[in-house]
């Protein structure tokens, strides 16, 4: 560019050594609202030119007191709050809180009602990880990828409308089941779904993967090593795009992951560029879970069969209901031979004396019955209530940014004494100063568009 | 290693700073003197026997109102307890609170190569609410104590710089402390810089 004017003489202050400039580092403040934040969240940058020295990060905009609050509300109560802590995958915060209740409660769920578990959480997992990769790929300009990727989810979002009642706000999960059984025109619809997310996903493959804008963005950046990951307690895709091969699903399998086939995919760089490979997969292995999930899917109750119910043999239940020992039977379940298992059976649960106090009614139950109604009143009205046993447990579950942890303590009361969560991307935004320095001030929008911050749940 | 198997190395290593353990519910749960933690940190992140390379989660709880519910009259036997039933011996009961101490800071350990998890229980006195930091340690451990301080007021000797993360520096107490009552209001200050 040709200047017209002579150069101005240099400030004092300017002048360094001969032949080149002193420079400053600059304060730059990304945030708390801002375009490319995905949500409340501060970042302080100290800037060399546009090199990234220094970044402290500030959280806590979103805090709403979640856990003082779940100490105030009953077991139940806490279902809904747990919903709002993640407001892209809630299905699997409902669950992972009520698989910690259970546990607790040393409640075990029907085998139908862990199918679902897993296909409603599989499904919650590719809506997070579309909403993730889509966000990040717009803010780096690819739009059509994120209208893409938005209309894959809108298809998932209709099924958990479907089967919930609700798209953000489900509350589908109670303590020892779920809310209700899938509507019957779910697995033909859930295919549906799933093959238009196969689509989307080969569009916005073909779109990203070897785009060589996108590539050059995100490669190479962001990087953390596994050992530094590990240390900062990363977990989930984040964790295994550095090459550890960790997944809650595999490791410590709940529900019934250990009999579904699925990889679990790892990368080498730890870098956004993996991260993004990484959901990827990870989407393409879950709607392999799903397909399995419907394939095995057995008939069957979604609530009831409780644990306290310890079996008994139908006999010796009887004998004993005879002799007037009804309090010792009370919390049994009654066993039948083999030989007498027929076409009845997925039926017998239902028959069955179980522990089916701590479990809310099904709703045609508690809005049409007198029993389902006083069912529905012992458990949800002040003072009423689970009281689970005096006890603490952690349950971990994998979400889809990591690890998802449960820790309830109960003190015998109707409500949780604590209720603990351990949100993953609160592990992530504690290592993210570490991702952003040295690179540069653009990448700290495709860096931190691969943590998938969920301001829900970091601040809680 | 299972959760006794486990439980019994931890007492064959460090017997005095054991003061109970339990796996109620399957959960390995250890509590130490205060004194110990770092040491007990230490072996179990380095150790070949235990290779507890995550610290999944630390937080605590204030035991100072365990049990004391206060519960309406007349709803007092209400709603629905569950009890182990009598005729199933329970392996592992409960220890109930891990002591007298009003706070328990609690870590989440989990190791990668061995599949196992342990729960290391510190009491801490009110009085003297203060526990050694394991930043040196896991880098994860600056966020969780700070939230830790934040929340229930308890410091950690060592931290790099130990100030509040979830409210805001202005805001006075501790809400996740059983004393602070969950209908309180402050005013809400603005950012000071």
């Excluded at chain 1, 027929?342 to 039926?347: D, H, K, N």
């Excluded at chain 2, 009085?127 to 308890?154: H, K, P, Q, Y």
Aim: charged letters at 25%.
């Amino acid at each position: 560019m040709a200047r017209a004017t002579p150069p101005v003489e240099l400030d004092e202050t300017l002048k360094g050594t001969p032949g080149q400039l002193e420079t400053r580092e600059m304060l730059l403040n990304v945030g708390p609202a801002h375009p490319a934040m995905h949500g409340i969240i501060r970042i302080v940058a100290t800037l060399d030119g546009e090199k990234i020295v220094d970044a402290d990060v500030e959280i806590g905009y979103l805090h709403r007191g979640f856990e003082k609050m779940s100490e105030m509300v009953d077991y139940n109560g806490v279902i809904p709050y747990a919903d709002r802590l993640n407001y892209v995958s809630p299905l699997i915060n409902n669950m992972g809180y009520c698989m910690a209740v259970e546990k607790a409660l040393g409640l075990s769920v029907p085998e139908r009602c862990h199918y679902i578990r897993v296909i409603m959480s599989e499904i919650s997992r590719i809506t997070d990880h579309l909403t993730c990769v889509g966000a990040s790929a717009m803010e780096l300009g690819a739009f059509t990828v994120f209208l893409y990727m938005i209309k894959a989810r809108e298809f998932l979002w209709e099924l958990v409308e479907m089967v919930t009642g609700a798209r953000l706000t489900v509350s589908y999960c109670r303590v020892g089941g779920v809310k209700g059984d899938l509507p019957d025109e779910f697995h033909e619809q859930c295919r549906k779904a799933l093959d238009e997310t196969r689509k989307v996903l080969a569009e916005s493959d073909g779109l990203l993967t070897r785009n060589r804008i996108f590539v050059d963005r995100m490669s190479g950046i962001g990087k953390i090593s596994a050992d530094d990951a590990i240390s900062h307690g990363i977990t989930g895709p984040f964790l295994r795009a550095s090459g550890v091969d960790y997944d809650v699903r595999k490791d410590c399998p709940y529900a019934v992951y250990d009999r579904l086939q699925f990889d679990v995919p790892i990368g080498t760089r730890g870098d956004n560029l993996d991260r993004f490979l990484v959901r990827m997969e990870e989407m393409r292995q879950s709607i392999r879970i799903i397909e399995q999930a419907l394939r095995d899917i057995p008939p069957g109750p979604v609530l009831t069969d409780p644990e306290t119910g310890r079996p008994m043999a139908a006999a010796a239940m009887v004998d004993r209901a005879k002799a007037g020992e009804i309090q010792a039977i009370a919390d049994a379940r009654a066993v039948t031979d083999p030989t007498l298992d027929g076409s009845a059976r997925p039926l017998q649960s239902s028959i069955a004396a179980g522990e089916k106090r701590v479990l809310l009614p099904a709703k045609e139950d508690a809005y049409g019955n007198i029993e389902g109604l006083m069912r529905h009143f012992k458990l949800v009205m002040y003072g009423h209530g689970v009281r689970p046993p005096k006890g603490e447990v952690y349950f971990p579950v994998e979400g889809a940014n990591g690890e998802l942890g449960f820790y309830v303590v109960s003190d015998g009361a109707d409500t949780p004494y604590r209720v603990r969560v351990r949100p993953p991307c609160f592990f992530i935004m504690s290592a993210l100063p570490k991702l952003l320095i040295g690179d540069m001030i653009a990448d700290l929008t495709p860096t931190f568009g691969s943590v998938n911050m969920i301001g829900g749940e970091l601040d809680r | 290693m299972t959760a006794a198997s486990l439980l019994q190395a931890i007492k064959d290593r460090f017997p005095l700073a054991t003061r109970a353990c339990h796996s109620y519910r399957g959960d390995a749960t250890v509590v130490i003197g205060r004194e110990f933690l770092l040491e007990v940190a230490r072996t179990l992140k380095t150790d070949p026997a235990f290779q507890m390379n995550f610290l999944m989660d630390m937080t605590a709880v204030d035991f100072s109102a365990f049990g004391s519910k206060a519960s309406p009259a007349f709803f007092s036997s209400s709603g629905v307890s569950v009890k182990a039933s009598p005729q199933i011996p329970d392996p592992d009961p409960w220890l109930g609170p891990p002591g007298p101490e009003r706070f328990v800071v609690v870590y989440h350990f989990f190791s990668l190569a061995l599949k196992h998890r342990l729960r290391l229980e510190v009491p801490v006195d009110e009085a003297d609410a203060e526990v050694d930091s394991l930043t040196s340690l896991w880098a994860c451990a600056n966020w969780l104590e700070r939230e830790v301080w934040d929340m229930f007021g308890i410091r950690f000797r060592g931290h790099p710089s130990l100030k509040r993360i979830l409210m805001y520096e202005e805001f006075v107490g501790h809400p996740l402390r059983k004393d602070y009552p969950v209908n309180k209001r402050q005013p809400l200050i603005g950012p000071v810089n």
